[in-house]
């Protein structure tokens, strides 16, 4: 097994001694700098990509016929259902949802033990937000050196502009995100419509005002601190870390000693960092990656494109921050090479569990039923005696239709001679009830059946209801086993 370097150790040293450190430090005002490269450029692509799908899905239309709504995404809150394209959910289902949230942490550890923070570097709500503020800070205000000095500089009619106008686009932006937040839980155009009429509820508004003011206020002024103090996740996922994984990597081994360098110096004897704090300076949450590896390091590799181009500048070889692993920097600073490990056991485990709820989901799916029942029995009374000495049981019938048809269905029941159905306000007295049900409802009716005592078994009898649609092809069916009860003999 490889040792790991000296300066690899001296990092964990330095990581365990938290002795006297304050819960909260006090925050230090962060100008990020600009910066280009790979890493920037894909991080643009990513946002534009993100911000793209959130505000614009809810306009996606998709025709499920008459009566119902034709927004792809929608979580229609008052009719209780959940629409996603072709895929309607409906309350007794919201086990879909739940196989979709695991679907989701699952894929985020794979992606995590395989690569890092990059949920975090590229795809979480607070950076995707957090870098468009900043865009609009650096738009108005100018890049680093600029908003330092206008920070610093009294109060002129040219600072109080640029706020102005920064404030008034981040408030902009933050209104348009609430905006469309909401439209996930109602159709957006008749939202707009409604907005532009000054004729929405009181909810609507509240919500869309709420979205606002925590947009405004996690991506334009918390920022890192959220990343820093409120997210959990940067606090457990270095259990999906391992010596693997691809992380954000100072090459110490290779940078130090660190220190200033003049054109034509040599490079004997010393390292091929020069301090230009390029990397400090383009880092959205403001940490120096020569620490080592923090917790406060989102690895959104901005760092690394300032450092190449150091590098490039120089003459030196790039990469002496790089996104690399654990082995591989081990195996480097002894000269040699460890390459990138797809398959390991931890990966293996997710993609097998990924693929596990993602099998069942489909299947589900594709088995769907657009007919459910469910059957409760009376509990108070168990069951009446009827003067001509037959019993009398009673129960509730939920008949759940999820297709957008009335549909009929006939009602039998078996395992008990000579009983018969009454259903309250239809029909009684028969040996079969007929339902018909309106598309895309749960109807409730109120069985009875009647028995002759000499046909129960005793206390409890077996019986099953058989509920058959009443259609000439592919009608559904469903059996319901439940008990008849009746006095003791
Ligand atoms: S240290 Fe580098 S990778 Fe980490 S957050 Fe800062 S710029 Fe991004
Ligand atoms: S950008 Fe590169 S050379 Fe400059 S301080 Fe950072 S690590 Fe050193």
Known sequence: MNAIPPSLGDKTAKAVSVDH?????????????????????????????????????????????????????????????????????????????????????????????????????????????????????????????????????????????????????????????????????????????????????????????????????????????????????????????????????????????????KAGDSWEGRGHCVDCLQCVNVCPTGIDIRDGSQLECIGCGLCIDACNRIMERLDLPKGLIRLDTVSNQVARAQGGAAPFRLLRPRTLIYTGLLALVAAVMMYGLATRSTLEVNLLRDRNALFVMLSDGTIRNGYTFKIINRARADREFILTVSGIEGATLAVLGGSSGSRAAVFSTRPDQVETYRVFITAPRQSLDGESTDISFVLEEDAMENGENVIQDTVFLGPKR
């Open 21 to 261: 450190q304050p819960l909260y430090a006090d925050r230090v005002r962060i100008y990020p700098q600009k910066v280009e490269g790979p890493f920037r450029r894909f991080k643009w692509a990513v946002l534009v990509l993100l911000l793209a799908i959130y505000y614009l899905a809810p306009w996606l239309r998709w025709d499920r016929g008459p009566g119902a709504p034709d927004q792809a995404l929608l979580i229609d809150m008052p009719a209780r259902r959940a629409y996603f394209f072709f895929v309607e959910i409906w309350p007794q289902e919201v086990y879909y949802l739940t196989g979709l949230l695991v679907l989701g942490a699952v894929g985020l550890f794979l992606v995590t033990s395989l690569f890092g923070r990059v949920w975090c570097a590229y795809s979480c709500p607070q950076t995707v937000w957090t870098d468009l503020f900043m865009w609009v800070e650096r738009m108005v205000e100018g890049d680093r050196n600029a908003r330092m000095r206008l920070d610093k500089g009294p109060w002129t009619a040219e600072r109080i502009i640029k706020k102005v106008a920064k404030h008034a686009t981040w408030v902009l932006i933050s209104a348009l995100t609430g905006g469309a937040w909401v439209m996930y839980f109602t159709d957006a155009p008749t939202l707009v419509v409604d907005l532009l009429n000054f004729q929405v509820t009181g909810a609507v508004l509240f919500f869309i005002l709420m979205f606002t003011a925590t947009t405004y206020l996690l991506a334009g002024i918390a920022r890192e601190q959220v990343c820093i103090y409120m997210c959990p996740w940067p606090r457990f996922q270095a259990a999906m870390f391992d010596e693997d994984t691809l992380t954000v990597t100072y090459e110490d081994w290779r940078g130090e000693a660190r220190g200033k360098h």
